[in-house]
Structures are given as structure tokens and as C-alpha cells.
């Protein structure tokens, strides 16, 4: 019964920054590990980042690690992604999921509710 709907995605140049949108409508998402995934043309689905139940816990990809930052708002109804310092490869199209746990899994097994996602492209 949770629903998830992505937003901020778009063209931005390398170098540029971008916020991604996790929004849960009606729920909050306090009580749910919400991951973000990315999948790229030709490539398989890559874990970028999550953020556990009451933060305990939060993972970053060795490729995006320093340049995003996963946080939840005050109201815990939305989770960000701010991407920054952007690059080429960093283009593919970016899910939030969610999971019922405690802890971070950063691969996509295991989450039970995903939105459809939004396109991220870097280039000049």
C-alpha cells in the first residue's frame, strides 16, 4: 500500500548538482530502509545509496561516495538524494525503493516497494 514517486531528475552538465525526490504519499517513511538504485543502458541495477530506520545506518557506493548525500526530511515523508561534482557516468535512470528492516542492503533483492523512477543525464 505504500506508493513512491521519484522526482528531480533531468539534463545537467558535469560538475552540476542535482536533487533527487523520494516522496511517499499518505505514509511516512520512518519506519521502512529506503534505498536508491540506478540503472544504466546495457547494465545491471546498482545500489547507490540507503538510509536505514532511525538513520542507523547509511551507505554509499564507492563511486558516488563524497559527492551524494541521502537524508529524510523533518516530516519523514520525503528522502533525498543530493547529487553533486556530477559526471558522465553517473547518467541512468534512479529508483527509490523501500524495505521493511533496520539495516541497509544495497542490493535490490529484498525491496518490496519501488517507484518508476527517474532520468538522470550528465553531459555537456
Known amino acids: 500500500q505504500l506508493q513512491l514517486v521519484e522526482s528531480g531528475g533531468g539534463l545537467v552538465q558535469p560538475g552540476g548538482s542535482l536533487q533527487l525526490s523520494c516522496a511517499a504519499s499518505?505514509?511516512?517513511?520512518?519506519?521502512?530502509?529506503i534505498g536508491w538504485f540506478r540503472q544504466a543502458p546495457g547494465k545491471e541495477r546498482e545500489g547507490v545509496s540507503c538510509?536505514?530506520?532511525?538513520?542507523?545506518?547509511?551507505y554509499y557506493s564507492d563511486s558516488v561516495k563524497g559527492r551524494f548525500t541521502i537524508s529524510r526530511d523533518s516530516a519523514k515523508t520525503t528522502v533525498y538524494l543530493q547529487m553533486k561534482s556530477l559526471k558522465p557516468e553517473d547518467t541512468a535512470v534512479y529508483f527509490c525503493?523501500?524495505?521493511?528492516?533496520?539495516?541497509?542492503?544495497?542490493?535490490?533483492?529484498?525491496?518490496?516497494?519501488w517507484g518508476k523512477g527517474t532520468q538522470v543525464t550528465v553531459s555537456s
Open positions: 525503493a523501500a524495505r521493511v528492516g533496520r539495516l541497509c542492503q544495497s542490493t535490490p533483492s529484498g525491496y518490496v516497494y
Open positions: 499518505g505514509f511516512t517513511l520512518e519506519h521502512y530502509v
Open positions: 538510509i536505514s530506520r532511525s538513520d542507523v545506518s547509511i
